[in-house]
């Protein structure tokens, strides 16, 4: 059962360069990273059951505002969350802590129709997303040409 945080649901315009995006945290991150900035999200039992009927109230009513629904949370929560991304036709994207080669994360975005993907555990010596230096990727799935794309460096050029 996916468990959200309802009063986190937001609106997002750094987390996805680009793009407007409706942010639903989950719990039950599993991550356990170091100085993590999230870890009400790593308890499993934290906020309300993410039901289908929830999650289509969600939808509708952000639909005409964002381009992409970003799930914060865990690889695991994929084949949970297969049931909305099949349901309700958009971009979709998981912003994950796993650790994950890129061929690997190609294989996660095409079984669960992600059009981005946010790997790598947070490592505060190295930095997050907007660090030179850090050792997370945001993947882009490009539909025109089936390949997945390295975007990371779209956090860096403001910088």
Same mark, same amino acid.
Do not use: W
């Given at each position: 059962m996916l468990r959200f945080i309802k009063e986190d649901v937001s609106i997002g315009? @750094?987390?996805?360069? =680009?793009f407007i995006s409706l942010i639903i945290p989950l719990s039950g991150c599993g991550q356990?990273?170091?100085?993590?900035?999230?870890?009400? %999200?790593?308890?499993?039992?934290n906020g309300e059951i993410l039901s289908l009927k929830e999650f289509e109230s969600l939808y509708l009513k952000y639909k005409e !505002?964002? #381009?992409?629904?970003? +799930? +914060?949370?865990?690889?695991?929560? %994929? #084949?949970?969350? &297969?049931? $909305?991304i099949f349901s309700f036709p958009f971009k979709y994207a998981l912003y994950c802590g796993q650790d994950l =080669?890129?061929?690997?994360?190609? !294989?996660?975005?095409?079984?669960? !129709?992600?059009?981005?993907?946010?790997i790598g555990s947070f490592k505060y010596q190295l930095g997050a997303l907007d660090s030179k230096t850090t050792?997370?990727?945001?993947? $882009? $799935? &490009?539909? @025109? =040409?089936? &390949?997945i794309k390295d975007?990371?460096?779209? $956090?860096?050029?403001?910088?």
């Open positions: 315009l @750094i987390e996805l360069p =680009d356990a990273c170091p100085r993590c900035h999230s870890k009400h %999200l790593q308890n499993p039992q !505002k964002v #381009e992409v629904i970003c +799930f +914060f949370g865990s690889a695991s929560h %994929l #084949e949970k969350l &297969d049931k $909305f =080669d890129i061929s690997q994360a190609k !294989k996660l975005m095409l079984k669960h !129709k992600l059009s981005f993907l946010k050792n997370q990727k945001l993947l $882009f $799935f &490009d539909s @025109i =040409d089936g &390949d975007i990371t460096y779209k $956090f860096h050029q403001a910088s």
